[in-house]
C-alpha cells in the first residue's frame, strides 16, 4: 500500500524527513511477503522509514505485505522504492 504522506513529486535527498540514521539497513537481504507478527499477540510492526503499520487485516492508512529483513524489519512500498537505490538492497530470488 502507498503511504499517504508521502508525495510521488517528492525529490529524494538527505534531508528526506524519513531518513532518521537507518544505514544499518544498507546492502540488505531483502523479500517481499505478506504481513505477519513475529510475536503472539502482537498486532503490528511499522516501516522503517515513515512508520506506516503493517497489519495482517486491511485497514485505512496500514499495509498488509511489504519488503522485510531476515531479522523482521519492514519496510513499505512507497519507503522501497524511493530508497531502494541509496540503500543497495538486495532482493531475494
Known sequence: ??????KE???ITQTDWRLQGQDWLREEL????RYA????GSEHDHCEFCWIPFRTRELPGT??????TQ???W???TCYEDFKLMFEWVLET
Open 1 to 6: 500500500m502507498k503511504n499517504p504522506n508521502v
Open 9 to 11: 513529486s517528492d525529490v
Open 30 to 33: 531483502l523479500r517481499y511477503e
Open 37 to 40: 507478527p513475529v510475536r503472539q
Open 63 to 68: 499495509a498488509r505485505e511489504g519488503y522485510v
Open 71 to 73: 531479522d523482521r524489519r
Open 75 to 77: 519496510i513499505c512500498d
